[in-house]
Structure formats: structure tokens, C-alpha cells
């Protein structure tokens, strides 16, 4: 394993900066514990002028509790120059000792405070330069808990020291290890520090070259330090004194080969540098983890205010959008400590900087405890942050928020509210450095860091055994297995591993579960009757085991090996895991397997009478004895291939014994019943005829695309079951299709010297709703006629707004899509004259907008779809989602996608497209703006084009 120690040398004089993944980086400076002013002329832009230097943190003699007695966080005013800046720096003997190029946040080392409250005055004199719109103490709020524990190591013995990972059924996913073949990183910051004698963690002995130790001012906590090895353990570490034979702690168990481990050092930083600290700690390539556990942990916002929150989550986003340039990585987020608190906003996305990157408005989170003062300021660098990068002002979507469970499931008291998924958290057992809350080198944890640690190295798994899952595939992955866990409250990792095969010719998961030997003895790759023998021989050997074994033998993931236990487990591999009533032909003859209830031995039946199994059947049968093929037998028969909704048909049932040697008796009075799916059967039951045949007629409904009828025929001493199917003809149902216009000129002159709001000018809005129907309609607003204008302060506005939309839709002889295409294009202008500058500041604007969404049904088999267009737009979104998730998403923010092109297959079920462009111009000005636009006339123009086809390639 790879790791890698950045800002591990708390104050030391490094000359060896670090960019992101630690790799050596020319553009970021390497720390200066002085300080600097800022670079460039007087008359530059300051915040244009920032540069990347690496956080010095603060040594511990000037840490007070969460106060940082020697910083300041402050904001730098839009407009203000390098000379103001450093003018403002020099009165208040302040310089700048961290800061991210083009980002406006910096931290400010200053002579230090002896309490809070002069560290909120020397704040308040810095924005009262006017070089500064925002300053507050410098803080370091979060902080981690933990309980003492005597020294209880994994051993040999099976389940002792992983109740935790028992519950999320953790142990079974380490039998698909030998398909993990792709490299992932893991990134988390934290506090690490170097307390000798305690280096008892193979995989992190290279913290003896750095760290420092550090005595935390709550003697009941652990040693700072402690917490960052401690989630390296939990998520990934194999920490034992011998983990050649000792279970997996952590759990990821191919860590050691495949994961790359970024420790991140945060001690002494200031809570805005600690954002800075995880943004560069995060590799420029590869599959990346990021695993945030430090929460604020005070929903009353008494240590930190939500303005200071709102700002720190506007700082974060700065950062990944901004000086990450798009990077996409999982971010697992710590829900935090806050339990049931009664406060007004106790949840886990406010609990955080990082959850603070899914709230959707980040100004409702300042407004809740900022005075107007501050409200003004914030919401000033938050509408000037959004027009540089429109992404800033949405919810980042690469976030899974994780909360705490007891072993049953039950939230934990102490787990803050709100997160996606959970975990088990409660006496969470890792290694430790020593101190306070260990004894040797372990503790044990109730906190949501340790239920996020697992979903870390969960996530880091499942990107070794499938390293082209997508970020949303990733998150979509774990929510699922959350949502469908077998134990409510406890995200199932067995589920989210198996989640990684998509179908039986894709099934890598499954492959290496039933590959457990070969003709020498060892998997050779292949499901054969190799296999069947060592199953069986394991079967019979594990019996009458008193305690789980979770051995490789065991394929159903309830930790014990055969016998009769059972659980859930998808064996026909839907996209995403599903539970169901799935039957095999064995022998031939239907046999029915409950994946909601599944033992060992009816995993190796399913399977082996499948694609998967490649040996010999001949001594499949002698090895296994599966069902089907003797006894009581029933079949059906007059059940179509495809039917219609309403269609009828009628169905033979016969029923009778297959004789031992050879041969069948059809016999009367054989009891038939029937369970449905889609359809109506009548009659529902009765009995056979003296040729064991029993009639009935079905009635297809509309609901399914495959109706199942499931027949049963039982005798005094035994039953038989059947099903048969019929699937749903071809095609494509148009469900909804709703097109939305709009144009709008409009100005607004600020609050301000007693001077009103200018109404706006005029809008346009036209939106249809069509169902059902072909449209083929221009609309389109003469430009002669669409001239508005108003005045008011002393200025004057008009403003023009035109739109063109055409959309059709084209369908087959049937009710088959053969085209849609859909063109909007929208153009806006305002003009401003006479600009008033005694106003406090004014925005005049032309927006323009045009939308189209489209919900479907595919029917019957598959679907062939294209999607092909054009853009060029400002904003722009092509959203194409399905039952199994995201198609096809194309934007503005994400990616640069001006030329549109996807095509694959549709699998049944409902999809929704949503197209949509928009532009807008603008003319504004405020008193602090050397180069705003400040009058004349601004245009909005953009078009996007798209043809969409969809059709079956066959009846």
C-alpha cells in the first residue's frame, strides 16, 4: 500500500510543496508560518492575484479549545485591489498565511488573541477596511469522539472483533477478492500524529517520519492523531499482529494491493484550510475516495454560526469546481455527532463544510443567524461566484452522507439526522496510537466516522472489482444496497459487491464466487464439477457448525457454510440487485427459487444448471441433487410468446407422476392453483381430469412487460410448481410530452438611497402540455411587437425578447417511434441608458429558455435508441434517465458537449428525457466594479438541436 503524508510537518520550514495526491507541484507555494502580503501590482485585482500556499497549522501553544488563537478566516471584497488588500494587512499586522489561486477566502496569521472575543473584534476592524467583506476567528471546530476499550484483536476464530462488519454482511463480500484487479485511491484527512512505541499498524509505519504528538485538551478523547489510523484501519488497514492469518479489519480487503492512501494532515488548520488540505490531497487521475469525517457537530450554531457555514460550503465549492477544474471523485461524508438534539436544522448536510455541497441554496443557510450586513456581503460573492461558474450555485451530486446504526439497525441516539445511508457505528473497534481512549494499539468508537470509514473502503472495493463504475453508478450502487439491505439500517455490502455483475455473461462477481477449485486443486477460472465436489465435500464438512464460518463455501452470504440456513440474493442479476420469485429448468423441469429465502445448495443448483457452468452434466446430476425429474410433475401449455393488454388465451394445465422406471401417469383429482403476475386466471383452482388436465383462461393485463403465470399441483403427500410467461409485444409507449417556452427582458435597480425597485419590463411565457399527440407549431414573437421598456432612478430600459421552437414527434405504422427532433433557439436583448451611478448598484438582464420533456414506455424486448445533436447555449442540460438509472447526461457544467452523441439499448421500462437551453446578458454595476458593463445593450442567443430516435429491431 501507498501512502503518502501531506502537511504531516506541522510548522516546519517544508521547501517540498505539494500539489494534489502530494505529487511535487511548481504552482503552490510551500508553507510560510510568517506569512505574506499579497503578489502583484497595487492596482491588480486582489483576488485575481492569489496564488496556491500550502496551510501552515498552528502549533499547539496557540490553539485554545476550537479557538486558533493566531488566524483569521477572511473573504476578500470583489473589486478590491492588491494595494487595498496589503494596505488593510499592514494596519492590522496581518499577513496571509494560506490562500488558493483565484479563490477570495484566505487565512490571516495575526498577533495572538486571548479569547474569542477579541479574535471577533480584530475580525471586525479587518472588514471595516472595506479590503475584506468577511472575517471571523480562525476555528477548528471539529473534533472526534471516543470510548476506551481493552485490547480485543481479530484472531483466527471466526466473527470474534467484527460484529460490525457481521451486520453489513461484509465478510461475504471478501470472497469476490480474487476479482478485484484495478487500482482505486483512498484519500482522508484527518489528524495523524507520531507517538513511539505505538507503531503497531503494518500498513502505516510511515507516519514514524512525521506527525508530532499532540496532547488534546479533553483528556476523554483519544490522542489527536489517533483518528486519522484509526479510519485508515477501519476503511482499509489489515492491522493485526499477523494479517497473513488473521481476518480483515479493515474493509477493503485487497487494500494492501490495489489501494492507494493518501493521509492528510489537518492539526492546527483553520476549518476553511482543512478544505484546502482535502482538495489537494485528492489525486489528478484514477478512481478516488474521499473520506470527510470532521462535522460541526453544534446544530444550535453556537461554536459556528451558519453564516460561517454558508461559507465554508461556498469555499469548498470554490475549491472542487474551481481549482480541481471538474474532478470527479466519491465524496463519503461523516453525518456527525448531534444525535436528537433539538434544534431547528439538525441535520447531517448542515453538519459539515463538505455536506454542505448538496444543500440546493446556499444564502437560505446564511440567512438563518446573518445579520444584513453579512447577508448582503455573502450574497454579493455568491451571485458574482455563480456567474463565473454557474455549477457553484447547484448542489454537487458526487455526495453520500452516513450516519450510524446499532447492530440491529436502530439509528444510533448520538447519529445526526438526515444522511442516505447507515451503517453500523457503535463500539467500532480500529487501531490506535495510545492515550486516552486506547489500551495497546486499539480503541473502540461510537461515532458516524466509523460507519463512514466502512462505506469508504466499501466504495474503494467496489472500484477494484469494477473500475468503469461512474461516480453516480457508485452512489447509486450503495443507496441501493442500503435501501434493500437484509438488515434494515445497515447498508449490505454483500449486495453492493454483487452489484458489480449486470447479467450471466457478465458476472465477474459470481464467476470468482463458484471458481473455488479446479484439476489441481485450485480455481482454475472456470465452474465445473471440480467446483460441485468441493462444495458438496464443504456442505457435508461444515455441518452441524455451531458459529458462522464465512468460508468461501458459503454463497449465499449468511456467514454459515451449507446446511439449511438461508438469506437474500439475487440470483438472476438484475442491474440493480433484486428479490423475487425466479425459476431454472432442472432436469426438465421448472424448479422455483425464493431469492428472499436462499440456501447455499439452491445457489449451486441455480447456477449450475446456467450459462455459468461449463462442465460435465452428467456428473452435475450425480453430484447434486436439485430437484426436477421424478415425482409429482405439472406443465403448462397455450401460454402465447406475446400478448396484448386484454388479449385472452386459453391454458392446459396437466399434472401427474413420473414413474420410477420411466415413463408418466396422468392422474385425476390432482388439486391445481394458480399466483399471477400481469394477469387474471379463470378459473383460480380445481382439480384434474381423468386424463390429469386442468383448463383455464387467462386475461392479460396492462401493467408488466413480462405477465407470469405460477402454477401449483399438489397431491396428499407432495407439490409440484411451474411458471410459464408471456411478454408484452413491441413498442414504444409515448407517455407524456410537454414543451415549455419562456422569454423575459427585464431590470432591477438595488435597494438603496430610498430608491425603489424597477418592476420588470415584460415577460413572455408560453408553455404547452401535450399528451398523446404529434405537435408540429412554431412560435415565434415578431420582433416588432416584442419592444418593451420602462424607467425609473433617472435610467432608462427596453428590452426585446424573441423565441423559435419546433419539436415533432414521428411514429411507425404502429405505435413505434421512428424520429423526434427538437429545435429551440432563443434570443433576448436589453438595453440600458443614462446609467445613474448615485444607485447602489443596479442589474439589467435578458433571459431566454426553452424546454422539452419527454416520458415513454418501452415494451416487449429491448430497444434501440440515438441521440444526436447540437448546442450552443450558456446553459444547457440533455438529461436521459431509466429504470436502472442515468442513461445519458450531457450539460454545461459537467463537460464540454456542444456536439451530442449517444446510442445503445433500452431495456423495458419507463424512461423521461428533459432537454432544456438557456441565455441571459446582462448590464450591471455596483460602487466597488472598476469594469462592469454599465450601459447599452446586452443579448442573450443560443440554440439547442437534437434528433432522437427509438425502435425495436424486430416483432
Not at 477460472?525 to 457435508?540: K, V
Not at 413491441?730 to 410537454?738: D, H, M
Request: charge should be negative; hydrophobic fraction near 40%.
Amino acid at each position: 500500500m501507498f501512502l503518502t503524508l501531506l502537511l504531516s510537518q506541522g510548522c516546519s520550514d517544508e521547501s517540498n510543496p505539494t500539489g494534489p495526491g502530494g505529487t511535487p507541484s511548481p504552482e503552490i507555494l510551500p508553507p510560510n508560518p510568517a506569512g505574506m502580503l499579497m503578489p502583484g501590482e497595487e492596482s491588480d485585482d486582489a483576488t485575481a492575484a492569489t496564488v496556491s500556499l500550502t496551510p501552515s497549522p498552528a502549533p499547539a501553544a496557540e490553539i485554545a479549545g476550537t479557538l486558533l488563537t493566531t488566524r483569521l478566516a477572511a473573504v476578500i471584497a470583489p473589486g478590491a485591489t492588491v494595494g487595498e488588500v496589503n494596505t488593510a494587512l499592514a494596519d492590522q499586522s496581518a499577513a496571509i498565511v494560506s490562500m488558493a489561486e483565484g479563490n477570495s477566502y484566505v487565512v490571516l496569521v495575526i498577533d495572538a488573541v486571548a479569547d474569542r472575543a477579541e479574535a471577533e473584534a480584530a475580525a471586525a476592524e479587518l472588514v471595516a477596511t472595506d479590503a475584506f467583506i468577511y472575517a471571523r476567528p480562525g476555528l477548528s471546530v471539529s473534533r472526534g469522539r471516543g470510548t476506551d476499550a481493552a485490547k480485543d484483536f481479530p484472531d483466527e476464530t471466526a466473527g470474534v472483533n467484527l460484529a460490525h462488519l457481521t451486520a453489513s454482511r461484509t465478510q461475504a463480500a471478501w470472497n469476490l477478492r480474487r476479482a478485484a484487479e484495478d487500482r482505486a485511491a483512498l484519500v482522508v484527512p484527518e489528524w495523524y500524529a507520531d507517538v513511539p512505541g505505538y507503531l503497531e499498524v503494518p500498513d502505516l509505519e510511515f507516519i514514524t517520519t512525521g506527525g508530532r504528538p499532540v496532547t488534546p485538551e479533553d483528556g476523554a478523547a483519544y490522542t489527536a492523531g489517533s483518528m486519522g489510523f484509526y479510519l485508515l484501519g477501519v476503511a482499509a488497514a489489515n492491522w493485526d499482529y499477523d494479517p497473513d492469518f488473521s481476518p480483515h479489519t479493515g474493509v477493503d480487503p485487497a487494500a494492501a494491493e490495489l489501494l492507494d492512501v493518501y493521509a492528510v494532515h489537518t492539526y492546527g488548520l483553520d476549518d476553511s484550510e482543512k478544505l484546502w488540505a482535502a482538495a489537494y490531497g485528492i489525486p489528478d487521475d484514477g478512481n478516488v475516495v474521499l473520506l470527510t469525517t470532521e462535522t460541526f457537530d453544534d446544530p444550535d450554531g453556537e461554536l459556528i454560526r451558519y453564516i460561517d457555514r454558508a461559507w465554508l460550503g461556498l469555499y469548498w465549492r470554490r475549491m472542487v469546481l474551481g481549482v480541481m477544474d471538474g474532478r470527479q471523485f466519491t465524496h463519503v461524508v461523516a453525518a456527525g455527532h448531534t444525535g436528537t438534539a433539538d434544534a431547528s436544522f439538525n441535520d447531517a448536510a448542515l453538519n459539515s463544510s463538505f455536506g454542505l455541497a448538496i444543500v440546493e441554496d446556499l444564502a437560505a443557510i446564511a440567512v438563518l443567524d446573518a445579520t444584513d450586513s453579512e447577508l448582503a456581503a455573502f450574497q454579493m460573492a455568491y451571485q458574482n461566484d455563480i456567474a463565473t461558474l454557474p455549477a457553484i450555485g447547484e448542489p454537487m451530486d458526487n455526495v453520500i452522507l452516513v450516519g450510524s446504526s446499532g447492530a440491529t439497525g436502530a439509528e444510533s441516539e448520538f447519529s445526526t439526522p438526515g444522511s442516505h445511508v447507515r451503517t453500523v457505528g457503535e463500539a467500532v473497534p480500529g487501531p490506535c496510537l495510545g492515550g486516552p481512549g486506547c489500551v495497546g494499539v486499539t480503541m473502540h468508537v461510537d461515532d458516524s466516522a466509523a460507519a463512514a470509514a466502512q462505506v469508504a473502503g466499501l466504495a474503494g472495493y467496489l472500484w477494484h472489482l469494477d473500475p468503469e463504475l461512474s461516480v453516480p453508478d457508485m452512489l447509486l450502487r450503495l443507496q441501493h444496497a442500503y435501501s434493500a439491505s437484509a438488515l434494515p439500517g445497515v447498508l449490505d455490502a454483500w449486495i453492493a459487491a454483487l452489484s458489480v455483475d449486470t447479467s450471466l455473461y457478465d458476472a465477474p462477481a459470481r464467476k470468482t464466487l463458484l471458481d473455488v477449485s479446479g484439476p489441481s486443486g485450485v480455481p482454475d477460472g472456470l465452474f465445473t464439477e471440480y467446483d460441485l465436489t468441493a462444495f458438496t465435500s464443504a456442505f457435508e464438512a461444515f455441518g452441524g457448525a455451531i458459529s458462522p464460518d464465512w468460508s468461501v463455501y458459503d454463497l449465499n452470504g449468511d456467514g454459515w457454510t451449507g446446511g439449511s440456513g438461508e438469506s437474500r440474493m439475487d440470483l438472476d442479476i438484475n442491474n440493480l440487485p433484486g428479490f423475487s420469485t425466479v425459476t431454472r429448468d432442472i432436469n426438465g423441469e421448472e424448479v422455483t427459487f425464493d431469492e428472499t429465502r436462499i440456501t447455499d445448495e439452491e445457489v449451486l443448483c441455480y447456477y449450475a444448471w446456467s450459462d455459468l457452468y461449463t462442465g460435465d452434466a452428467t456428473q452435475r446430476a450425480s453430484l447434486l441433487d436439485c430437484g426436477g425429474g421424478d415425482g409429482l410433475f405439472v406443465q403448462v401449455t397455450g401460454m402465447p410468446e406475446r400478448a396484448s393488454p386484454g388479449e385472452t388465451a386459453l391454458v392446459t394445465v396437466t399434472a401427474g407422476f413420473n414413474l420410477p422406471g420411466g415413463g408418466v401417469s396422468h392422474e385425476a383429482g390432482i388439486h391445481i392453483s394458480f399466483n399471477s403476475d400481469g394477469l387474471e386466471v379463470v378459473p383460480s383452482d380445481g382439480l384434474t381430469n381423468a386424463s390429469g388436465v386442468f383448463l383455464a383462461t387467462v386475461t392479460f393485463g396492462d401493467s408488466r412487460n413480462r405477465m407470469e403465470l405460477g402454477t401449483w399441483a399438489e397431491s396428499a403427500i407432495e407439490a409440484s410448481y411451474a411458471e410459464v410467461s408471456a411478454l408484452r409485444h413491441n413498442e414504444v409507449e409515448l407517455v407524456e410530452r410537454n414543451v415549455y417556452i419562456l422569454a423575459a427582458v427585464y431590470a432591477t435597480y438595488s435597494p438603496g438611497a430610498g430608491i425603489p425597485n424597477v418592476e420588470f419590463i415584460n415577460e413572455f411565457d408560453d408553455a404547452y402540455s401535450i399528451i398523446l399527440e404529434t405537435f408540429d407549431e412554431r412560435i415565434r414573437r415578431p420582433e416588432g411587437g416584442g419592444a418593451v421598456s420602462g424607467s425609473a432612478a433617472g435610467m432608462n430600459a427596453s428590452g426585446m425578447a424573441l423565441i423559435d421552437l419546433t419539436t415533432t414527434v414521428d411514429f411507425d405504422s404502429g405505435t413505434n417511434f421512428s424520429g423526434m427532433t427538437f429545435t429551440g433557439e432563443s434570443n433576448g436583448s436589453i438595453t440600458l441608458s443614462n446609467p445613474n451611478f448615485q444607485v447602489q448598484s443596479y442589474l439589467a438582464s435578458s433571459e431566454a429558455y426553452a424546454e422539452l420533456d419527454l416520458s415513454f414506455i418501452v415494451w416487449g424486448e429491448p430497444a434501440i435508441y440515438s441521440l444526436q445533436g447540437n448546442v450552443s447555449s450558456e446553459l444547457y442540460d440533455i438529461d436521459f434517465d431509466g429504470p436502472d438509472g442515468q442513461v445519458y447526461l450531457c450539460d454545461s457544467e459537467d463537460m464540454p458537449c456542444s456536439t451530442i452523441s449517444s446510442s445503445g439499448t433500452l431495456q423495458p421500462g419507463r424512461y423521461d428525457l428533459d432537454l432544456y437551453n438557456s441565455d441571459g446578458g446582462r448590464i450591471w454595476w455596483h460602487e466597488n466594479c472598476d469594469d462592469c458593463t454599465t450601459s447599452g445593450t446586452q443579448g442573450s442567443s443560443g440554440f439547442l438541436d437534437v434528433t432522437f430516435e427509438i425502435f425495436h429491431a424486430g416483432n
